[in-house]
């Protein structure tokens, strides 16, 4: 019996420093690591030690013989990516030697400088954001450094993507957020939640008090994709919808208007898939989940019974993940079907290796879509390929979106336009921004004429990358930092280390600290079981404060 890495895949690498036998790849020293979808293990390598498994911090990993009905194609998955590979050439590696062979092992840590000298005395650094990024560069400095870490946040509660990013029925990929959350309570931590800087403190004022400063801040906004109609109400972005079933505070449980029948969703990658499917999963499925209070009534009422995705490429260049689609194909009663207006569709398909990506969609039904008639009965969703928006219409509300095919422009009656075409960061108070990128600048993480100022995540290399893809970069960034530290560039802070914590709450009266978390933690749990839920989160700052503080918080419904 061997194992194999499923969909729930974060590509943080915590099993490749754990295989004794090096099964696991790419690792982060072989050229193909970040730009694979998910890690792999070699069947014929694997010793079955489970190792891999226990390390997973998104329960990704299973025996083969254990795996469930639809997480099955999983064998075959990671059988083929080691078919006909030679093996790859690593650092350290003996020519000819198989970095496959249990007697090769290259692989501890991303290859970046660990470490300060013994004798070298404690930094104190902040890392403002508390989402995967920003807790893999605070588990770095805390696990390698005796550096003290300051953990800020705007919002009351820490989480950042996990929290209000992940789709509430991936339930696996959030467990990477109990990795974190260990770190929260750390004795070299101190946390300060509700507090915006920019805005409660400014970015000087933050840097004076610490060694150095990594921002960690994300990409908060939506990219917009340009046509006429886009600002109509019915039009609206997919960072928006994912925080609203989210519970993400600044999205009004009213943002969402469920009403129409159907719903255009402009892009195809896997945020595009986590909506449309959230959009038509069985919402008694959904109530066993932790999905905003306030969007499971509303989902259950919904009218949308189709949703198409729209892709401007072929499905061999669809930018959704093998992963997310193989999930969207084993959705209970959802019919998953492909818009066959284009040739060039069905020869991509066709004409792909089962294990391609366009190969995946074998099987999957194909029709010519009449789309003067409604919705059919029942619930599905459609994959359009080759085809783009280029307007939005009508008068007071979206009624409609124009958009491009083999056979010319056409109209897609729709009442909603959900804009998943990407994210994109937002300028940070006190420090340069890149427009054209939605950037940082930065060299190594180090943020361009600015010492002791550092950038990791989205912020730092645009939205690119899952979860796990921010250990590397945290990595990079972390390793710049005490480059420096040891090279004499950082600056001493002059006031005390509680100082800094003086200034927070002189500015704002809301500061939640570590105990503070942990109570909105032991509320929400609390709210959860009372409802038959895991979890059901607060919704607003108030509520989240109040929890903080020990207040009173109101059952759902």
């Keep these: 019996m ?29 050229r193909e690591f970040g730009s694979t979808e998910m890690l792999y ?19 990704a990993v299973f025996p083969v013989d254990a795996l469930p009905p639809a997480q099955q194609e999983y064998a075959a998955i990671n059988a083929a990516y080691f078919a006909g590979r030679k093996p790859a050439q690593e650092p350290g590696q003996e020519p000819g030697q198989d970095v496959r062979s249990p007697n090769f092992h290259h692989w501890d840590a991303p290859s970046f400088e660990r470490g300060l000298p013994s004798d070298f005395a404690p930094i104190r650094v902040a890392v403002v954001g508390t989402g995967p990024a920003g807790m893999y560069a605070a588990e770095d400095l805390l696990l390698h450094t005796n550096a003290e870490v300051t953990l800020v946040d705007r919002l009351p509660v820490a989480g950042g993507l996990v929290r209000y990013g992940v789709a509430p029925d991936h339930p696996a990929t959030k467990k990477v957020g109990d ?35 990594i921002y960690a801040v994300g990409a908060s906004t939506d990219r917009r994709i340009g046509i006429p109609g886009e600002e ?50 069985d919402p008694s499925v959904l109530a066993g989940t932790d999905i905003a209070d306030h969007a499971l009534p509303a989902l259950r009422a919904s009218k949308v019974r189709e949703v198409v995705l729209l892709g401007r490429r072929g499905p061999e260049h669809a930018a959704y993940s093998a992963s997310e689609l193989l999930a969207l194909k084993h959705l209970p009663d ?18 792909a290796a089962p294990d391609e990506k366009a190969g995946l969609l074998r099987g999957v039904p194909r029709e010519t879509v009449d789309w003067s008639r409604p919705p059919a009965p029942g619930r599905r969703i459609v994959l359009r390929f080759h085809s783009a928006p280029v307007q939005a219409l009508g008068d007071d509300t979206v009624r409609a979106v124009r958009v491009t095919g083999g056979e010319g422009e056409l109209d897609i009656p729709a009442g909603t336009l959900l804009r998943a075409v990407g994210y994109r960061g937002v300028p940070v108070a006190g420090l340069p921004f890149d427009e054209a990128t939605g950037t940082v600048p930065h060299e190594g993480g180090r943020v361009a004429g600015m010492p002791g100022t550092y950038v990791v995540g989205w912020i730092k290399r645009g939205p690119s990358g899952g979860i796990g893809a921010n250990r590397a970069c945290a990595a990079e960034t972390v390793g710049t ?4 530290a040891v090279a004499g560039v950082l600056s001493s802070p002059a006031p005390a280390p ?8 002189s500015r704002t009266r809301h500061v939640v600290d570590a105990k ?18 895991p979890r059901v989160k607060f919704g607003t700052v108030p509520e989240l404060v109040a929890a903080a503080k020990g207040g009173r918080w109101k059952l759902p419904g």
Aim: aromatic share 4%; charged share 20%.
């Design 2 to 30: 061997t194992y194999a890495i499923t969909q729930t895949c974060c590509n943080d690498a915590t099993c490749v420093a754990v295989c004794p036998v090096n099964c696991i790849h790419p690792t982060p020293q072989e």
């Design 41 to 59: 293990v070699d069947p014929k390598s694997c010793i079955d030690c489970g190792a891999c498994a226990d390390a997973c911090p998104v329960d």
């Design 179 to 213: 990795t974190f959350a260990r770190f929260h309570t750390h004795p070299r931590v101190r946390m300060h939640l509700g507090v915006e800087i920019g805005k409660d403190i400014t970015a000087a004022e933050l840097a004076a008090h610490h060694d150095a400063v």
């Design 232 to 281: 109509l109400p019915g039009s609206i972005s997919a960072t928006a919808f994912v925080a609203w079933y989210n519970s993400h505070p600044e999205v009004a449980p009213d943002a969402v208007d469920l009403s129409s029948e159907r719903v255009v969703v402009a892009g195809n990658g896997n945020v595009a898939l986590d909506v449309a499917r959230i959009l038509v999963t």
């Design 334 to 351: 959802v019919e998953l079907v492909i818009d066959g207006h284009d040739p060039r569709t069905g020869g991509a398909i066709d004409g």
């Design 481 to 484: 930092l005490l480059g420096d």
């Design 498 to 505: 509680k100082a800094f914590l003086r200034l927070a709450r």
């Design 516 to 533: 503070g978390l942990a109570a909105i933690d032991r509320a929400e749990l609390a709210r959860g079981r009372d409802g038959g839920r």
